[in-house]
């Protein structure tokens, strides 16, 4: 009997180990998009998440080639999914800023995303105008609006002669005849501001920009901005230098228009100034992307010592807990022209796993197509996707649309079946919304196969503005009669201080007729409601669906000009389930009552520093005290980040963690590691890890100790 008991520890032991090892294949993976949008102020670099989050500080302030965001994740309906680590995402070509990668890290214990630059960039950083995004704005690289020599007319090319006897095809003869208007349209504007007849500059030029593409265009594009400029049309050249940016970001011409827009600094536009005419945009087609591969093994040894009538008996055991090969893809295909913006993004990862009692997966994380008018304001996309909010719970196979200006009146309508890989028939849904300034208003309606899901109705809020923003929602579930959710959080900055707050009451999980297939006999709704009425499905499964509060603040300052300090005190409760089961219906099967958490308690500070002993470096240092009824905790955690010109990079973490629980057991851990990369010319990146992680759990009769010895090493490709 001694020996069974104890293998029935280790066994569930090393279950535990193996459900740690294989979070890598968690299908809650944290990145979304990252997208660029070209603003007076700088890039505005969109990088969104699939679930919510709140956002609480990040490191340096405004300069460096590496940048740190710091947060929490939000509560949602897959908050008990484990994100992953190492989730890597490109930012798309701009030839105006650094090109970046965004980065997961820490997910189990300081989530944050590590954004490295190809060379130093300034910044601001804030929360995005959702709660499932961060906006940086990239000052537009210095580097490429150094003074150079301001060319007082612009250079044309001489005419183009076709030879004799050489037959055009009618692309090639459109093409000839719109290059020979064109530079005649160049030839004039060059004439007109050569005695100063400025506005007759900007009359050629339009009339050039007019034309179909040709080998003028972006020559015209440059030189109505110059016009403008020159006949104090300020405002009106700033836009013409705007749009020369977005079509031409690569050009050799970018280092002219950029200190031609820095000369126009603090300038009004004159009056009576009339709309630049509408220009067509050359079509143009791009990829982006990244692929990886990445080998992960994981080694256990655990000892467990028993005292059964005084006597001691240790026994050991050593398993592989982890020996798999994961490789993910991620490739974008943008279109852009003058009257659409169209998207094809692919992402996916597959699991080879190499121990015997793990299967391989294959996961589709996103595919779909997207296309948007740059006119008329509308949008669709279609295939696999995350939610943008609107009531819809998570990734779903589906078609998502909208029309109109937010600022005045979008609306939206969505459609699809959830891709959440749970168990059971598959939810699908249908609901629209309505977006008006800082408001919007939503509905939605959620079957499992004959049966209702979810009907709710909703809103949020959003308020963006300098250093604060706000972000809150509502979510009311009229078939369950009970509110599911609602929200608050935003952001202030104050005098060198930055606050951020969050306050949270949501049923948990989220309200849902599946919530009743916890502890039931049977993962399908349709065989409950064989057995049972509507009613009595819908209280099983408020039954089994706990209500979770909780409440955040942090604050944030620098400290010292190296540093930053911040700290955050949060505060949460979920309440107990009652026994539940149906009678006459063992199919529905019972669950055991089951007791509140209490309150939990925490209070974390954290220390922040930079080029401390090499430029660039980052540094922090962290503590967190929590407490509740059942355990009382303390960890401490260390890490850090340093870049070598050389194209390396290291990152060192150590976590201390120790615990009491409620019986006075006590358990410690310990978990040291170390990485390291080598980025090769801006596309190629190898890197290698290893870790251990020591666990201690000492109880009143069993004492177990496991070493872990983990590593991982692999390749990744951006194109």
């Not at 490429?144 to 006897?165: M, S």
């Not at 948990?508 to 502890?519: C, Q, V």
Request: aromatic share 10%; with cysteine; net charge neutral.
């Amino acid at each position: 009997m001694k020996k069974i008991s104890l293998m029935k520890r280790c066994s569930l032991i090393c279950g535990l180990l193996t459900l740690s090892a294989t979070s890598f294949t968690a299908t809650a993976l944290p990145l979304d998009d990252v997208g660029l949008e070209y603003k007076t102020d700088g890039i505005v670099a969109t990088i969104r998440m699939t679930s919510p989050v709140q956002y609480l500080r990040h490191f340096p302030e405004q300069n460096g080639n590496s940048l740190e965001i710091f947060y929490d994740r939000g509560q949602g309906v897959s908050s008990d999914e484990v994100w992953a680590d190492n989730e890597v995402r490109k930012s798309p070509p701009s030839g105006l800023i650094p090109s970046f990668t965004v980065t997961t890290r820490d997910q189990k214990t300081k989530p944050k995303l590590v954004i490295e630059f190809s060379r130093d960039a300034d910044f601001t950083v804030t929360a995005g105008k959702d709660n499932r995004s961060f906006l940086i704005t990239i000052r537009p690289d210095r580097q490429q609006a150094a003074p150079v020599e301001l060319p007082l007319l612009p250079a044309i090319a001489a005419e183009v002669v076709i030879p004799a006897g050489k037959v055009l095809t009618p692309e090639e003869a459109n093409l000839f005849e719109n290059n020979k208007q064109a530079r005649a349209l160049m030839v004039q504007g060059r004439d007109a501001l050569a005695v100063k007849n400025n506005e007759a500059a900007v009359e050629a030029f339009n009339k050039l920009l007019m034309l179909p593409p040709n080998d003028f265009t972006e020559g015209g594009q440059e030189w109505v901005g110059v016009a403008r400029q020159r006949a104090g049309q300020f405002d009106k050249a700033k836009t013409e230098y705007d749009l020369y940016l977005n079509l031409y970001p690569q050009s050799e011409g970018v280092p002219r228009v950029m200190q031609r827009l820095a000369a126009l600094a603090g300038t009004k536009e004159a009056d009576g100034i009339v709309e630049a005419t509408e220009k067509k945009r050359e079509a143009t087609f791009m990829t982006f992307g990244s692929v990886s591969s990445h080998y992960y093994f994981g080694h256990s040894k655990i000892d467990s010592t028993q005292t059964f009538n005084n006597a001691a008996e240790t026994q050991s055991l050593k398993l592989t807990d982890q020996n798999m090969m994961i490789t993910t893809e991620d490739v974008v295909g943008r279109y852009v022209s003058d009257d659409y913006d169209g998207r094809l993004v692919f992402r996916g990862n597959n699991t080879l796993n190499f121990l015997s009692n793990k299967s391989n997966q294959n996961r589709l994380t996103a595919m779909y197509g997207e296309v948007k008018s740059r006119k008329q304001d509308y949008m669709l996309r279609v295939g696999r996707q995350s939610a943008y909010g609107g009531g819809v719970m998570g990734r779903f196979d589906g078609v998502a649309g909208s029309y109109g200006d937010a600022q005045q009146l979008r609306v939206n309508a969505v459609a699809g079946a959830l891709a959440d890989y749970s168990q059971g028939s598959t939810p699908t849904f249908f609901g629209a919304s309505a977006d008006m300034g800082d408001f919007s208003f939503y509905g939605i309606n959620q079957s499992v196969g004959s049966v209702l899901d979810r009907r709710a109705i909703g809103t949020e809020w959003r308020y963006f503005q300098d250093k604060t923003t706000a972000f809150a929602m509502v979510d009311y579930d009229a078939n369950f009669k009970a509110l599911n959710a609602a929200q608050i959080m935003g952001t202030q900055g104050l005098s060198g201080i930055n606050l951020n707050f969050m306050l949270d009451h949501r049923r948990t999980p989220s309200l849902s007729i599946r919530n009743a297939l916890n502890g039931a006999l049977t993962s399908n709704v349709s065989d409950l409601m064989q057995t049972m009425s509507a009613s009595s499905l819908r209280q099983l499964a408020l039954d089994r669906t706990a209500t979770s509060n909780s409440a955040q603040v942090g604050a944030t300052m620098p400290f010292a000009q190296k540093f930053q300090i911040g700290g955050d005190v949060r505060v949460s409760n979920t309440t107990g389930l009652p026994a539940s089961s149906v009678v006459g219906t063992p199919l529905a099967g019972t669950l055991a009552a089951v007791p509140s958490r209490g309150a939990e308690k925490s209070v974390t500070g954290q220390v922040i520093g930079s080029s401390l002993y090499m430029e660039g470096d980052i540094w922090s240092a962290s503590t967190t005290f929590s407490t509740s009824s059942a355990v009382n905790g303390h960890s401490i955690f260390f890490y850090n980040h340093t870049g070598f010109k050389s194209g390396w990079m290291m990152d060192t973490s150590m976590q201390l963690y120790r615990q009491t629980d409620q019986f006075g057991g006590v358990t410690t851990r310990t978990s040291p590691m170390v990485r390291g990369s080598y980025r090769l010319k801006d596309q190629w990146t190898f890197d290698v890890d290893g870790g251990i992680e020591s666990t201690k759990n000492s109880g009143a009769q069993v004492n177990t100790s496991t070493l872990r010895f983990f590593t991982s090493a692999g390749v990744r490709w951006d194109f």
